[in-house]
């Protein structure tokens, strides 16, 4: 049974940093993903790598503030979130997919779904 269980969320002030994280179990996965959904907007993908080789995509809004990695080991998912802003106040949701995906694809793509964690910034 694949399970992703998301952590580290939580309320911070503006300027401040977060590291969230995705701990996955029961399966392997290609690619892994961060998305998150803001209150009455549609849930966006912030980042995504490739398990084997790294981080392929950031979305502009986040572009040298957030980083995303992992570890093999433990098969961990990470997001490093600097210099937040209120705007990036959020449920965040780790995703993952069998198959690599390097373009733009629907969410459907995306196989497994955590239970998201929410991340609030403070003005």
């Known amino acids: 049974q694949v399970q992703l269980v998301e952590s580290g969320g939580g309320l911070v002030q503006a300027g401040g940093s977060l590291r969230l994280s995705c701990a996955a179990s029961?399966?392997?996965?290609?690619?892994m993903a961060w998305f998150r959904q803001a209150p009455g907007k549609e849930r966006e993908l912030v980042a995504r790598?490739?398990?084997?080789?790294?981080?392929?995509y950031y979305t502009d809004s986040v572009k040298g503030r957030f980083t995303t990695s992992r570890d093999t080991a433990k098969n961990t998912l990470y997001l490093q979130m600097n210099s937040l802003k209120p705007e990036d106040t959020a449920v965040y949701y780790c995703?993952?997919?069998?198959?690599?995906?390097?373009?733009?694809?629907?969410?459907?793509?995306?196989?497994?779904w955590g239970q998201g964690t929410q991340v609030t910034v403070s003005s």
């Open positions: 029961g399966g392997t996965f290609r690619t």
């Open positions: 995703a993952a997919a069998r198959r690599g995906i390097i373009e733009m694809a629907p969410q459907k793509d995306y196989d497994y």
């Open positions: 790598l490739i398990w084997l080789s790294g981080p392929t």
